[in-house]
Every structure is written in structure tokens, then in C-alpha cells.
């Protein structure tokens, strides 16, 4: 199993910046990739951004992009989510996910973003 905490989430107001964590442990042996995922109220969960842990290689929402950087630190298997210019429509509640080489996955309880216009 992997165990995923995250910190960071808040309230900032629309063109602020925030930055999330999340630290994994656990079987992070077996880890092929983490990410972030959010869901806004009466919405559906969508795809945020992704790091490879293999070759740090990135993949971004069209909505992020150019706002949004992911990183990680290797040492202490933690992830994080530098979110620039952030805008109300970026409120949501952010989930880190990480997926295994084998197929599974697993998600962290979840951090409230919210942006004020």
C-alpha cells in the first residue's frame, strides 16, 4: 500500500499563488507516477497535472498550463503543485494521486483550494 498526506491547500485571492504537497509512503518502491487531481462542487473529478517517476517527464491540463508547475523531491518522495495566477474557477478540492507499476492507485484525502474574485 501507499499512504498519501497532503498540506498546503487555503484561501488565496484570484492572481495569488499557493503550493501543495503531498508526501507518499509506504510501497513508494513500486511507484510509476503522481499527480494531482481536483473536483469542484457538483462537478467531476478531472486531471490536473502528472510527474513520470522514471524520468521526471510532466504532463499538465490544458487549464493549468503556464500556471501550474509540478515537481518532486526524491529524497522524501513528496510531490508538489506551484499554482501561479490562480482564478476562481480554479476552486476545487485537490486530490493526489499515485499510480503503481502494476496497475494500482491510490489517493490522498484531499486539500481545499479556493480562490476569491
Known amino acids: 500500500q501507499v499512504q498519501l498526506v497532503e498540506s498546503g491547500g487555503g484561501l488565496v485571492q484570484a492572481g495569488g499563488s499557493l503550493r501543495l504537497s503531498c508526501a507518499a509512503s509506504?510501497?513508494?518502491?513500486?511507484?510509476?507516477?503522481m499527480g494531482w487531481f481536483r473536483q469542484a462542487p457538483g462537478k467531476e473529478r478531472e486531471f490536473v497535472a502528472r510527474?513520470?517517476?522514471?524520468?521526471?517527464?510532466?504532463s499538465y491540463a490544458d487549464s493549468v498550463k503556464g500556471r501550474f508547475t509540478i515537481s518532486r523531491e526524491n529524497a522524501k518522495d513528496t510531490v508538489y503543485l506551484q499554482m501561479n495566477s490562480l482564478k476562481p474557477e480554479d476552486t476545487a478540492v485537490y486530490y493526489c494521486?499515485?499510480?503503481?507499476?502494476?496497475?494500482?492507485?491510490?489517493w490522498g484525502q484531499g486539500t481545499q483550494v479556493t480562490v476569491s474574485s
Open positions: 510527474i513520470w517517476w522514471g524520468n521526471s517527464g510532466t
Open positions: 509506504g510501497r513508494t518502491f513500486s511507484m510509476h507516477a
Open positions: 494521486n499515485a499510480f503503481l507499476y502494476g496497475g494500482e492507485e491510490y
